[in-house]
């Protein structure tokens, strides 16, 4: 199940040793809600391994600035603090799968 991530959760989230994979997106974005089923997908496989959240970007717009948000859907993997890559777009699940294994 993805997490909810905003400013409330934010902080507490990040300090996870897991690898943290946040989906920036927006109501509006028609490329956002296409991505939200695969994201949905990997969260569920990913369960306990590594934590897949959504970050709503009009609802929390000071952690977009503080990653850079321009372009919307996109994507951020973490890892113990650092941003190890960032894609922007929408994404085939195969292509994320693969993305997420390498930083595991």
Not at 63 to 83: C, H, S, Y
Request: glycine share 6%.
């Amino acid at each position: 199940m993805t997490v909810e991530i905003n400013g409330a959760n934010f902080e507490e989230i990040t300090k996870s040793d897991k690898l943290i994979v946040i989906d920036f997106w927006a109501q509006w974005c028609g490329p956002c809600r296409a991505l939200t089923p695969i994201i949905e997908e990997v969260a569920k496989e990913y369960e306990g391994r590594a934590i897949i959240g959504k970050c709503d970007t009009d609802a929390n717009n000071d952690i977009a600035i503080q990653f850079g948000v321009r372009n919307i859907p996109m994507i951020i993997f973490l890892k113990n603090g650092d941003v190890k890559d960032v894609h922007v777009g929408l994404i085939k699940k195969p292509e994320l799968v693969k993305k997420i294994e390498s930083f595991l």
